[in-house]
């Protein structure tokens, strides 16, 4: 059994990758729609410095994973001025969603580099070990989730961004002054995580969808390695 100082050298590192990479897709496809924003204040960078927020990457996740908690962070919010996008309303659905499409597109790397080192491995008769197994299983979860969660249509998520954009725009206006309040809203469900465990909210919405996804990339790393052995 892994300790936690092993697991936490395993979990960390798939967070940050899986965030860092959530934001700067953000920024490039802001980038690409018209918004130089991102690039201009040296966001469009791998630089963990440049994303990390000592609360939302660090310490809630940490916190959670310490009292048993659904585990999930964020980073610095990649700048995005909506204004400056060729098209507002679509580009901002772009935008949002660029997020978790590449999560999704990382779950799917990590499935299809763990199946072919799994079916080298057995090739030569060996098995991966089991460090590397649970780091492979991190990093397709944690990128899973992460994809899911911020498609949920509340504020501050991306998914909010998504929906406003498909609302009529009477009603859009109303959907934006709720965003204001995103964070507000965001350390609402923290404290309600917290305070009725028992009551299990993310894990009743989300994990189900999280846990076909990565059943799904499972099957993905399965089939490569029986491929190849």
Same mark, same amino acid.
């Given at each position: 059994m892994f300790d936690t100082l092993t697991l936490a050298l395993i979990l960390i590192p798939c967070l940050i990758v899986a965030? %860092? !990479?959530?934001? %700067? #897709?953000?920024?490039?496809?802001?980038?690409?729609l018209g918004?130089?924003? #991102?690039?201009?204040m040296g966001r469009l960078t791998l630089n963990p410095i440049k994303h990390v927020d000592p609360v939302?990457?660090?310490? %809630? +996740?940490?916190a959670l994973a310490l009292f048993g908690g659904p585990i999930f962070g964020w980073a610095k919010p990649v700048p995005v001025n909506a204004r400056r996008l060729d098209n507002p309303r679509y580009g901002m659905m772009a935008v949002a969603a660029a997020g978790?499409?590449?999560?999704i597109l990382l779950s799917l790397l990590g499935a299809v580099v763990f199946g072919i080192i799994?079916? !080298?491995?057995?090739? /030569?008769?060996?098995? +991966? +070990?089991? /460090?590397?197994?649970?780091?492979f299983g991190a990093f397709i979860l944690i990128n899973a989730f992460l994809a899911l969660f911020n498609l949920v249509p509340i504020p501050p998520f991306d998914g909010?961004?998504? %929906?406003?954009?498909?609302?009529p725009r009477r009603w859009a206006r109303y959907w934006q002054k709720l965003q204001a309040m995103g964070m507000l809203l965001l350390a609402v469900l923290i404290a309600a995580t917290w305070a !009725? +465990?028992?009551?299990?909210?993310i894990e009743n919405t989300v994990y189900p969808p999280v846990e076909w996804l990565t059943g799904v990339f499972y099957s993905v790393a399965d089939g490569i390695a029986g491929m190849i052995a």
């Open positions: 965030i %860092v !990479f959530h934001e %700067v #897709a953000h920024g490039w496809t802001a980038l690409a918004d130089t924003t #991102a690039r201009d939302g990457t660090l310490l %809630v +996740p940490g978790p499409c590449t999560n799994a079916g !080298f491995a057995t090739n /030569w008769g060996l098995a +991966p +070990p089991e /460090w590397l197994m649970t780091a909010s961004h998504i %929906v406003g954009g498909l609302m !009725f +465990p028992d009551a299990r909210w």
